[in-house]
């Protein structure tokens, strides 16, 4: 079965500054996908990013970026430029091939931004 | 576009009654739902696979007598919480997805947090 793995219970960075998500995840799949989602206090979950396993190049989305390394299966969320609306749980998830499938969440990191 | 509905958004109910809780793909069809389950302060927990027409798909452990899904159209899967208890109070969260160009992409309910008294 496939795991996401977060580490980090909790980060806070400084308005302005960066700050890197954790992520790991195990898979036998070749095909798969990997997804960062925001929950801000509204719970709304929100779709970040995405990268899709047979790309190398790590996906980026303005102020959000991914640090893809496939052979240690580790997935970082890097936020440059934090802004207090950055402030939410983050969660990191996995899903396979194509079609509808799950996604497997991993536990999530609450992100505080200090002004 | 891509927009998913959840009614109620809230919902108190008593000990031993029946809850449904609809979810709505506003502007697409959506041939599979999935409904996530949310405790406070922990991550989302896959309950159930709904595909239109057929049968829903239950994790281990999930009790499908107790949580009764029904996708009876391509826009609409609903959940029965029955005989609902207090342990069932949670924020029951659906996602549906649209297929096209969106890589099978899950769009998200806003959940509804329910509470069993």
């Known amino acids: 079965a496939q795991t996401v793995t977060q580490s980090q219970p909790e980060m806070s960075v400084q308005e302005a500054e960066t700050v890197t998500l954790s992520c790991t995840y195990d898979t036998s799949e070749s095909d798969y996908y990997l997804f960062w989602y925001k929950q801000p206090p509204s719970r709304q979950m929100i779709l970040v990013i995405r990268?899709?396993?047979?790309?190398?190049q790590n996906a980026t989305e303005n102020r959000f970026s991914v640090n893809f390394q496939k052979a240690a299966k580790s997935f970082s969320l890097k936020i440059s430029d934090s802004q207090l609306g950055d402030a939410a749980m983050y969660f990191c998830?996995?899903?396979?091939?194509?079609?509808?499938?799950?996604?497997?969440f991993g536990q999530g990191t609450r992100l505080t931004i200090n002004p | 576009g891509a927009v998913v509905s959840q009614h109620p958004s809230w919902v108190i109910c008593k000990s031993g009654t029946s809850v449904k809780i609809e979810c709505r793909s506003l502007?697409?069809?959506?041939?599979?739902m999935f409904w996530y389950r949310q405790f406070p302060k922990q991550s989302l927990m896959l309950m159930a696979t709904s595909n239109e027409g057929s049968k829903a798909t239950y994790e281990q452990g999930v009790e499908k007598d107790k949580f009764l899904i029904n996708h009876a159209s391509l826009t609409l899967s609903t959940l029965t919480v029955t005989s609902a208890h207090p342990e069932d109070s949670s924020f029951y969260i659906c996602?549906?997805?649209?297929?096209?160009?969106?890589?099978?992409?899950?769009?998200f309910g806003p959940g509804t947090r329910l509470t069993v008294l």
């Open positions: 990268q899709e396993a047979y790309k190398q």
């Open positions: 996602s549906a997805v649209g297929g096209g160009p969106s890589y099978n992409e899950q769009f």
């Open positions: 502007d697409f069809q959506a041939t599979t």
């Open positions: 998830a996995y899903r396979r091939g194509q079609g509808a499938q799950k996604l497997v």
